[in-house]
């Protein structure tokens, strides 16, 4: 029910968007969050919106990663700036869903150094 767009490969410093097209529901109702998965490493919590526009953001991307909500498209975006060779992973979308979570197929996004 997620579908994932955007990242690739970028040099460090540069800038990739991520968007996540959900159901309405999903994106109206639901906190809706990015995880990311580095091989080798535990799948990390990186930002969350919560219905009300509140925002979270793990400590290693705070001032370079911008989540956001656009209702009207039906999609969650992440913005993400000044990129690190670290940021290298499998990103997910995810919403937490009526009873349990949803998740979108995953994308890679690449930093060289």
């Known amino acids: 029910q997620l579908v994932q767009s955007g990242g690739g490969l970028v040099r460090s410093g540069g800038s990739l968007r991520l968007s996540c097209k959900a159901p309405y529901t999903l994106i109206k109702l639901f906190l809706m969050a990015w995880y990311r998965q580095a091989p080798g490493k535990e799948r990390e919590m990186v930002a969350t919106i919560g219905t009300g526009g509140e925002t979270y953001y793990v400590d290693s991307v705070k001032g370079r990663f911008t989540i956001a909500r656009d209702t009207r498209e039906n999609t969650v975006s992440l913005q993400m700036d000044n990129l690190k060779p670290e940021d290298s992973a499998v990103y997910y979308c995810?919403?937490?869903?009526?009873?349990?979570?949803?998740w979108g197929q995953g994308t890679q996004v690449t930093v060289s150094s």
């Open positions: 995810c919403s937490a869903g009526p009873s349990s979570p949803f």
